[in-house]
């Protein structure tokens, strides 16, 4: 079975501080994506990756950045937490095939981020 | 723009109902789509990709087919039990390597 798993399931910060939101997924696949999610507004692509070093924007990415140094771990880091990045955050990876159609993607089990 | 619409928002049924879940989209150059469930609090969990040269698609209880040129994909449950209770999410690719819109689900209970 494919297995993601994410840093922590519930995080509580402060406005202003550093964080990192770890994901790490057991397949050997070579796409991989975050995402948040929001009631009423579903989710949204943040930042996703297609190779160890290799990343491309989202449709939401300001205000967070990300790391890929590894095949199997991908980074999100808010450099200055606000109130408005509370939210549940997910992880997801896929693998690249040939052709450039969507591949089936894998989610981890979320951190619900609250920013006080 | 791709846009994804998944009517209804919510749904009650008694337990043994068979049921339908739609999902509707804006732009059909698609290849494939896919439907996931989610818990409350949880994260997702892949139930059916469906390519467009399948038209249909199934596991178990569940069966999903693709109808590209209608722009529209539905998840049939049989049998309906109260473990099926949870929101079902589709995700289209949306054009641009690798990207989908989800639709903002339906979220399903099953009365016992």
């Known amino acids: 079975d494919v297995k993601v798993t994410q840093s922590s399931r519930y995080l509580v910060k402060r406005t202003g501080e550093k964080v990192f939101l770890e994901c790490v997924q057991d397949?050997?696949?070579?796409?991989m994506f975050w995402y948040r999610q929001d009631p009423g507004l579903g989710l949204r692509l943040i930042y996703f990756?297609?190779?160890?070093?290799?990343?491309e924007k989202g449709d939401i990415p300001e205000g967070y950045s990300v790391s890929r140094e590894k095949k199997e771990r991908f980074s999100l880091i808010l450099e200055s937490a606000s109130t408005n990045q509370t939210s549940m955050y997910l992880c997801?990876?896929?693998?690249?095939?040939?052709?450039?159609?969507?591949?089936?993607?894998?989610f981890g089990p979320g951190t619900r981020l609250t920013v006080l | 723009k791709q846009e994804v619409t998944q009517i209804p928002a919510a749904l009650s049924v008694p337990e043994g109902e068979n049921l339908v879940l739609n999902c509707s989209f804006t732009?059909?150059?698609?290849?494939?789509l896919q439907w996931f469930r989610q818990d409350p609090g949880k994260g997702l969990t892949s139930l059916l990709l469906?390519?467009?040269?399948?038209r249909e698609q199934t596991s178990g209880r569940l069966n999903a087919s693709l109808d590209k040129s209608s722009g529209r994909s539905t998840l049939y449950i049989a049998a309906s039990q109260p473990g099926d209770s949870a929101t079902y999410l589709c995700?289209?690719?949306?054009?641009?390597?690798?990207?989908?819109?989800f639709g903002t689900g339906t979220k399903l209970q099953v009365i016992p």
């Open positions: 997801a990876s896929s693998y690249r095939l040939m052709s450039s159609s969507y591949n089936e993607q894998f």
């Open positions: 397949m050997d696949h070579e796409n």
């Open positions: 990756s297609y190779d160890v070093k290799m990343k």
């Open positions: 732009d059909s150059a698609i290849y494939n």
């Open positions: 469906i390519q467009s040269s399948q």
């Open positions: 995700a289209v690719p949306s054009g641009g390597y690798q990207k989908v819109t």
